[in-house]
């Protein structure tokens, strides 16, 4: 068996502080191929975002993480950053930096510390910024920008690590119906130049368009296959409630609400 991108082993973690802690993942056991797109998808609370971020090694938990064969946290963490990089969501702060700038921290586990950027450094952020449409306004203040504009400047400091695992937490938020389709290309992008791309993503039609598909429920995995099986379709629907339905539409997939039966 090939050596999977990601894989967890008997992951188990929890949120909040003291007595208040609550166990969200339920001995979670994953493994996610390389070179494929993976949409991780599920109701509220499912768990999806403190998955993503336990394979990303951002949340303490039990069990184990491995990347690309090794062990996560065995990793130094410069290592770690160039063969992972991590978009998630509602990231704060850098307001006071421009595009260009926030752009170039995705370089950051390339360079020795101080180092100023290099040719390469210089030339992966042209090529991200070009990608999400974000060239034109590099040198303007990521504060200054729209919810969506600031998404794309985030996506392209993704890019710019040019890792070959792409970890991304709800990318499609505050973009508009245009440039959620210019993620979807770049997503199938990454993944023709032989990168492994997992997101998790609310809009089913979109995550129906991946390679495989891990649905969620109540911190657990309740199935994982491909976005075309029947079987997929079918936990979809169940974790659901029976609420949607997956139909073909010129040649993809799409979920739509069902009809058949009343909230």
């Given amino acids: 068996m090939s050596v999977a991108a990601l894989e967890a082993r008997a992951v188990r973690a929890a949120l909040g502080r003291g007595g208040q802690r609550k166990q969200v993942l339920h001995a979670i056991d994953l493994r996610l191929p390389a070179g494929r797109w993976t949409s991780i998808v599920g109701p509220n609370g499912a768990g999806k975002s403190t998955l993503l971020r336990a394979l990303a090694g951002l949340l303490p938990h039990e069990g184990e993480v491995r990347l690309q064969g090794a062990d996560l946290h065995g990793l130094r963490l410069r290592e770690r950053a160039r063969r992972l990089c991590w978009m998630g969501q509602n990231e704060g702060g850098a307001d006071d930096l421009t595009v260009y700038d926030v752009a170039m921290l995705g370089r950051l586990p390339h360079r020795p510390w101080l180092a100023p950027p290099g040719p390469a450094d210089r030339a992966a952020v042209e090529r991200a910024l070009r990608a999400t449409q974000a060239w034109d306004w590099r040198g303007r203040m ?15 400091r993704a890019l710019a690590v040019e890792a070959g695992v792409l970890l991304m937490d709800e990318p499609l938020a505050n973009l508009d119906p245009p440039h959620q389709a210019d993620w979807l290309a770049l997503a199938r992008a990454q993944v023709a130049a032989g990168r492994t791309v997992v997101s998790v993503l609310h809009e089913i039609s979109f995550a129906l368009q991946a390679d495989e598909m891990v649905v969620m429920a109540a911190g657990r995995i309740v199935h994982q296959g491909a976005c075309a099986d029947p079987a997929t379709h079918a936990a979809l629907a169940r974790v659901f409630d029976q609420r949607l339905q997956v139909h073909a539409l010129d040649g993809r997939w799409i979920a739509l609400p069902s009809e058949d039966r009343a909230p």
Avoid: F, K, N, P
Avoid at 142 to 156: I, M, T
């Fill in 142 to 156: 990521l504060g200054r920008l729209s919810g969506g504009e600031r998404q794309r400047v985030l996506l392209a």
